[in-house]
């Protein structure tokens, strides 16, 4: 069973930047591809971004590309998302999740197996 565990999350002002990371406690996740999504109060859960899982290609949603920044260290079990220029509606709850193994970056829910449990990301006005 694998557990995925983010962290990083916080309150931020408009402008400013976060980095969350998203950690394997059990199993690993270096031969998958792996993706950040993220769910406001009311809305559904969108994709955000997505990496491949030798971290040689990604994907970003629309919303966050120029700003965000995927990455990850599969030696450390490690998953990044850097957040840049981070705007008011960029606040939700950020999820890491596994997709497939040895998949290029996957922008669907349905592509992913297992999810953290989440942190949270306030951005201020």
């Known amino acids: 069973q694998v557990q995925l565990v983010e962290s990083g999350g916080g309150l931020v002002q408009a402008g400013g930047s976060l980095r969350l990371s998203c950690a394997a406690s059990?199993?690993?996740?270096?031969?998958?591809?792996m993706g950040w999504f993220r769910q406001a109060p009311g809305k559904e859960r969108e994709f955000v971004a997505a990496i491949s899982w030798s971290g040689g290609s990604t994907s970003y949603a629309d919303s966050v590309k120029g700003r965000f920044i995927i990455s990850r260290d599969n030696a450390k079990n490690t998953l990044y998302l850097q957040m840049n220029s981070l705007k008011p509606e960029d606040t939700a709850v950020y999820y890491c999740?596994?997709?497939?193994?040895?998949?290029?970056?996957?922008?669907?829910?349905?592509?992913?197996?297992?999810w953290g449990q989440g942190t949270q990301v306030t951005v201020s006005s």
């Open positions: 059990r199993g690993s996740f270096g031969n998958y591809a």
């Open positions: 999740a596994r997709g497939g193994i040895n998949r290029a970056p996957a922008r669907e829910s349905y592509e992913y197996d297992y």
